[in-house]
């Protein structure tokens, strides 16, 4: 039986991809997100079979571990987490500065980005600690604002993501007695519809240009580290954090 795969926000983006890039690997992929609808019609266009569509909110710990507990009743165990579920909050496709920034905006853009991580990666780590299995890997979902500050996103945005610069590297170190692998990416500039949230229409060249590769990143393009993250022979790979920018930002 081929590995199993859950995916966060597997309904649109980068996540849809990595849903695709995944079944196109031969695993059987678990496609979640509070989109529900989109999520089934994602799954329905992935190659191969037994994959399955569910209705997953991040934030919520009994959605969690409920429909964590039901793929694995239905599929079997889970071998690979992708927690790619994310929102970046903006207002006429602008960032607030933080003076103007309300609570109820910090705690969502928390909730979905950090908790969301959180919730999924412990019911991962619950469910192999008690089952284990053979090559089991965690990739989180950074941002190269969290590394940069960021220009276009929030500061809450950034400060979820930057938590996850810190969550990972703790839980690879936490997981590894287990076997399991745990990397993060950050991406840089990808164009999806939390990207072209943030820019005017006609701006991709401008922003383009900053870019050494010169262009935006595809979801494919993402979509492609995490399938070597996840692979059988990245089992020496754990704790980092890739750069998936086309060089927008170099260390
Ligand atoms: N696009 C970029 O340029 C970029 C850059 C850096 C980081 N990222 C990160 O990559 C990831 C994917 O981004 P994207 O551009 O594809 O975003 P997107 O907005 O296009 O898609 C995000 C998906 O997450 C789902 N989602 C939101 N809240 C959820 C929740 N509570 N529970 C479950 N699912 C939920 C949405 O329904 C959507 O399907 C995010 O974590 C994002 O922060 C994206």
Redesign the pocket.
């Known amino acids: 039986m081929s590995r199993l795969a859950l995916v ?9 991809a990595i849903c695709r890039r995944l079944a196109q690997d031969g695993m059987r992929v678990a496609v ?4 529900g609808e ?1 999520a089934a019609d994602v799954c329905a266009s992935l190659p191969g079979q037994a994959h399955g569509s569910w209705y ?5 710990e009994r959605s969690v571990d409920d429909t964590f507990s039901a793929i694995e009743n239905q599929h079997g165990p889970v071998s690979v987490l992708v927690c ?5 909050i903006l207002h006429d496709g602008a960032r607030l500065p933080i003076a103007q920034t309300s609570l109820d905006e910090w705690e969502r853009t928390q ?3 950090a908790r ?1 991580t959180f919730l999924c990666a412990r019911a991962f780590l619950r469910a192999r600690t008690a089952a284990p299995v053979a090559h089991g890997r965690i990739v989180t ?5 969290a590394q940069i500050g960021g220009y276009r996103s929030s500061a809450a ?1 950034i400060a979820s ?1 930057s938590a996850i610069l810190g969550l990972t590297k703790a839980m690879a170190r936490e997981a590894a007695p287990l076997g399991i692998t745990v990397n993060g ?11 072209r949230l943030s820019m005017a229409p006609g701006q991709e060249q401008q922003v383009a240009a900053n870019v050494p590769l010169g262009r935006l ?1 595809h ?1 494919g393009d ?1 979509a492609a580290a995490v399938s070597f993250l996840v692979s059988e022979g990245a089992c020496y790979v754990t704790g980092t954090m890739n750069d998936v920018n086309g060089g927008y930002r170099m260390q």
């Open positions: 966060t926000g597997g309904a649109r983006g980068i996540g849809a979640t997100d509070i989109r989109h997953m909110d991040v934030v919520d790619n579920a994310g929102i970046l909730a979905v980005n969301g979902f950074s941002s190269c604002a945005y993501k990416i950050a991406p840089g500039l990808i164009d999806t519809d939390m990207m990143g979801p993402v």
